[in-house]
């Protein structure tokens, strides 16, 4: 019966953490290359060789992974929150939550593999 | 006393539906002759005295204690026998049952389904029931423990929050801000320990994270009660309370004699001459 209590506190949890990563995620990318933070080969923060410096360190690597893994939660809670109010059948409504979170942990598999792939990969190439 | 003299013709819209007849609500206008200072409720026994009898609302104090007649009055819901006419309009006005109900007759809202709401979070003192029920003693409650839940109980249980409230206009599961204020206003009753109890209610399916916050259940409600505050506060609450932050609260003691309470000793004012 709780249950709405525990999401909705992760769900605000959730919106705090994506606040603090994406603003990092904004100072990166309009600050990162004048003031070379976390961008050490270049003034373009974007370019293949920063990216590939971030990507190689496990930090970074983690911190996409918890974006992703906030956002997804964040949002799909919130599509959850509005599809509720068409006020389904409670079977429906167990079905959507189903298909949610599927989708969810789906999502959040494939891009944490992509996080983690690119980070092997940017290892290699800096040890290549 | 000589009639006052009319200053105003305002036509009435009014939503009439009668379940047992009609297929579904439709709107008649009344030409309402309108002094100075008649409310809406007033131009209602208006048309029913001078143009159709078959009207029909629910009302009682006529001075906006009893939350009898709620209604929707120019698309907003409010009191009618707190609402002058000359106020809202010099032309016409609508007039129609409080939205988020069943109609039971032209402007008769069903309340039952708010009231069995507001049963189910249980609306009253939970306390151990030997110490609730001895006729010995008296709970002590500061003034300031007072003004944290005194407003909430201005609550006259119009429904006009319901009506309000974009929310339950889409989900009827959801208990709305009346009750959800209630439930607040016990919660912060420091003579009460329920909070665990309604806590369950609170926060499930029907409970307080239903709130989207749009805030219209504050803006229109006749008493100036903000129902609202209560929600977020209640939302407050039951995270502080699940992430384990909350502290604990301490009911109120019971006081047993005279002289035990802290205000007992100085409450006695000297006696004074009024000078003159």
Excluded at chain 2, 263 to 276: C, D, E, K
Aim: proline share 5%; aromatic share 8%; net charge positive.
């Amino acid at each position: 019966m709780r249950n709405g209590t525990k999401y909705w506190t992760w769900h605000m949890a959730a919106g705090v953490v994506l606040l603090l990563l994406l603003g990092l995620h904004m100072v990166i990318m309009h600050m990162g290359g004048s003031v070379h933070l976390f961008a050490p080969r270049g003034a373009d923060a974007v370019s293949e060789a920063n990216s590939q410096w971030r990507d190689s360190k496990i930090c970074f690597a983690l911190s996409y992974i918890l974006l992703l893994g906030v956002g997804l939660y964040h949002g799909l809670y919130s599509l959850r929150t509005i599809l509720l109010e068409l006020t389904l059948k409670p079977a429906m409504e167990k079905a959507m939550t189903i298909l949610l979170v599927i989708v969810g942990v789906g999502l959040f598999g494939l891009g944490s593999w992509a996080a983690w792939a690119a980070h092997v990969v940017a290892l290699a190439g800096g040890k290549g | 006393m000589a009639e006052k003299k009319a200053t105003k013709t305002i036509t009435f819209h009014v939503t009439r539906y009668n379940p047992e007849v009609d297929a579904k609500p439709y709107i008649r206008a009344y030409a309402v002759e309108v002094n100075d200072g008649m409310t809406v409720l007033d131009g209602l026994h208006w048309i029913k005295e001078n143009l159709d009898a078959t009207l029909v609302w629910r009302y009682s104090c006529r001075m906006g204690i009893c939350g009898s007649c709620g209604m929707l009055i120019n698309g907003s819901p409010t009191l009618a026998c707190n609402t002058q006419i000359l106020h809202l309009s010099q032309k016409e006005i609508t007039v129609g049952p409080l939205p988020n109900f069943e109609i039971i007759r032209d402007l008769v809202p069903d309340l039952l389904s708010m009231f069995d709401k507001h049963a189910m979070v249980s609306p009253n003192i939970v306390r151990d029931e030997a110490e609730l029920n001895s006729t010995q003693g008296e709970f002590y409650q500061s003034p300031e423990e007072l003004e944290a839940y005194l407003q909430f109980t201005y609550c006259i249980k119009c429904g006009c929050c319901m009506g309000a409230c974009p929310t339950l206009a889409t989900d009827v599961r959801y208990l709305g801000p009346m009750p959800l204020t209630a439930l607040e206003r016990y919660n912060e009753d420091t003579r009460d320990e329920g909070f665990a109890l309604r806590a369950k209610i609170a926060g499930g399916k029907g409970g307080a994270f239903r709130c989207h916050y749009a805030g219209e259940c504050s803006r229109v409600c006749p008493k100036g009660v903000d129902p609202g505050k209560a929600i977020q506060l209640l939302k407050r609450k039951l995270v502080l309370d699940y992430l384990h932050l909350a502290g604990k609260k301490k009911p109120c003691k019971k006081l047993e004699g005279p002289g035990e309470g802290k205000l007992l000793p100085n409450m006695i004012a000297p006696a004074r001459t009024i000078p003159g």
